[in-house]
């Protein structure tokens, strides 16, 4: 607790010991049935200003700027209407009822605002992954300074038990980093020189001296951070609702009440201070705070849960569009496979040496970092002459065109051997071709092959276990390659050879057979998916550590690369949406039954009571428990 609520919790200890002695007094037996009544009147206003005083103060101030319909300008009214019932003498008093309903309204204030001070401190301990300095070396000595001065290319040693403070490369120095803060997996990542790191890591084992390659208000730890504080402003549809609903169904409720207080009275001579009572219970149980409160905190919880497993949502209009998911599209590369290419076959012409194909391929994809470029390079033993390259120009979805020593070198797929008018032979082998072609003459193919991450199978087979009616993989390998992997996987459908703009295209048709209530999240590595993951209802990029473009692109953040993120980002959300949606019916439900009563006399102010204060109170522990959601999601894993 912190020192207000604490102050709080004082004011109606004091208040509550003060109620419980002055209740059972018999004021009246004592005193006479008149000087008792107003005595007992004196003696219940002093738990009632202790404790309420401020709500009163709130209501006067909102009165000035025209706030009528606020909860402290209802509460005011209703227990001050229930203490004025002490002036119709054919009336019982209610004055006990009136200090009762402030008493346990603050008391509701107060658990409301601890559930949200602690959804919010989960979060921002979760959260709590920003270093507060970094070690540099000035004049021989370690220096502690402010992680913003450390500039681009400046070198920080990063001290075992140390949150890594800026994202960079390791130049010195083996150790173990806990990445927890950011993936939410509990093992171990062990670095080593070259290695990138991010920040918010924590270095385990050795001492590390780190590059710096960002600076730090562009580094990993500073834009999860900028998310997660802008994630409560983007509301859910089901929360936009319930702030309209607030809006107007306060006002009539007070209109309803003014009208059962006043009308019955004057048109039917009914007794006064029967249909005040009835409308002051109207009163307070029309606060709308247990749907205002609980359903934010649901979503609220429901993504920092999230976050604890390294599912970073930008706003609950995306965890809600989540739980609506009935069609996942994957990218191949880097979602599904690991994008780690190994050459597995280099089958050269008659006549020409295997060496002599993988030698000009990798000469052509010299300043390529496309991960099969990389695989190219590491398969040639031989050393790169950058000198001999010229020219070099890359084609978005077919290859790369080069002059090698004077040679025109053509690196590329099915289509650019097509589109040059080359005749290429197929190949057996199961995996990605690259023909290459030497001034216009076909010499060979090179078959690389990239390997499925282990629980992709897994997260398919869970994607359908909870109702994912279709799951599709969109790739720009080989028809061979993309069938091979949906068989494997069990995925439902699969497009292949396929340019960046085809994917966009696929995806629209996809939408176009989604149900009217359905969603398409589009899964991808957020770096060449961009188009893609914003035309998705929702997009989801993975691997997303260190990623600026998947970080922007997407709704949805994966920080590792595993493929059972993706059911597991589902159940959260599914299960925030049925907490969501048991708090509305829970809250609303109590509530018409209560007005129904109040409306025929039947219920009384501790009812009211319980309409307002116990259903928020219950509709708030029922949202907290949205803060469990990762322990909940891991035990059903």
């Known amino acids: 607790m912190n020192k207000k609520q604490k102050k709080m919790l004082k004011r109606i200890i004091v208040a509550l010991v003060i109620f419980f002695i002055v209740l059972p007094l018999p004021l009246t037996d004592w005193l006479g049935p008149v000087y008792g009544l107003y005595l007992e009147f004196a003696l219940f206003l002093i738990p009632y200003f202790i404790a309420g005083y401020d709500v009163l103060i709130k209501a006067f101030k909102g009165l000035g700027h025209g706030q009528l319909f606020d909860e402290n300008f209802l509460m005011a009214i209703a227990t001050i209407g229930a203490f004025a019932l002490v002036f119709f003498p054919e009336t019982q008093p209610h004055m006990a009822e009136g200090a009762a309903v402030m008493l ?5 204030e107060l658990f409301q605002s601890y559930a949200v001070g602690k959804s919010r401190k989960s979060i921002s301990d979760m959260m709590d992954i920003a270093p507060e300095y970094a070690n540099v070396m000035q004049d021989g000595e370690l220096v502690q300074v402010d992680p913003y001065e450390v500039k681009v290319g400046d070198e920080i040693i990063v001290k075992p038990g140390e949150r890594v403070p800026l994202d960079g490369v390791v130049v010195e120095g083996s150790s173990q980093l806990d990445t927890a803060a950011l993936t939410g997996e509990s093992v171990p990542r062990i670095v080593e020189e ?3 790191i991010y920040s918010g890591c924590v270095n385990m084992t050795g001492m590390l001296k780190v590059k710096a390659t960002k600076p730090f208000e562009d580094s990993t730890v500073s834009r999860i951070l900028e998310l997660v504080e802008n994630a409560s402003e983007k509301k859910a549809r089901t929360e936009n609702f319930i702030t309209r609903f607030a809006r107007y169904y306060t006002p009539i409720v007070v209109v309803i009440a003014v009208v059962l207080s006043v009308l019955p009275p004057l048109i039917f001579g ?21 749907l205002v409160i609980s359903v934010p905190l649901s979503f609220f919880g429901g993504i920092g849960g999230a976050s604890k497993l ?22 191949k590369t880097g979602t599904l496979t690991n994008g780690t290419f190994n050459v597995v076959a280099v089958h050269a012409e008659s006549g020409v040496d295997p060496d002599l194909v993988l030698s000009f391929a990798a000469h052509a994809e010299a300043y390529s970092d496309h991960p099969i470029a990389l695989s190219v390079k590491e398969a040639y033993t031989g050393e ?9 120009r890359e084609e978005s979805g077919h290859g790369v065109r080069a002059h090698v020593d004077e040679h025109v070198v053509v690196v590329g797929n099915d289509k650019m051997m097509k589109q040059d008018g080359i005749e290429w032979h197929d190949c057996e082998l199961t995996g990605t071709i690259l023909h290459v072609t030497l001034d216009g003459e076909y010499i060979g193919h090179i078959v690389i092959a990239d390997v499925v991450k282990e629980d992709s199978k897994q997260a398919i087979a869970e994607l359908h ?3 994912v009616a279709k799951t599709v993989m969109l790739t720009g390998d080989r028809e061979e390659v993309a069938n091979a992997v949906a068989s494997d996987l069990g995925i439902d459908e699969f497009h292949a050879q396929l340019m960046p703009a085809d994917k966009v295209t696929q995806v629209e048709k996809l939408l176009d057979q989604t149900s009217e209530h359905g969603n398409l999240a589009f899964v991808g590595d957020g770096i060449n998916d961009a188009p893609v993951l914003t035309r ?6 993975m691997g997303a550590m260190g990623s600026d473009a998947a970080i922007e692109a997407a709704d949805i953040v994966l920080m590792d690369d595993k493929p059972t993120k993706i059911p597991t980002a589902i159940k959260i959300s599914k299960k925030t949406m049925r907490i969501v949606w048991q708090n509305i019916i829970f809250a609303i439900g109590v509530k018409i039954a209560i007005l129904v009563l109040a409306v025929f006399g039947i219920a009384n102010m501790w009812m009211a009571v319980f309409g307002d204060v116990g259903v928020a109170c219950i509709a708030i522990l029922n949202a907290m428990r949205c803060l469990r959601i ?8």
Do not use: H
Request: net charge negative.
């Open 536 to 541: 998705a209802d929702v997009g989801i990029a």
């Open 465 to 467: 276990d909870m109702g």
């Open 194 to 196: 070259g290695a990138e």
């Open 630 to 637: 990762a322990s909940y999601t891991k035990g059903n894993r």
């Open 270 to 290: 009914f007794p006064w201070s029967d249909w005040i009572q009835r409308g002051l219970v109207f009163l307070v149980v029309s606060c709308p705070c247990a």
């Open 104 to 108: 346990f309204y603050q008391v509701g």
């Open 384 to 392: 790169i002459n950058r000198e001999q390259i010229k020219d070099v």
């Open 310 to 331: 390294g599912i970073l949502v930008k706003g609950g209009n995306y965890l809600e569009a989540l739980s609506k998911v009935e069609t996942v599209v994957f990218d």
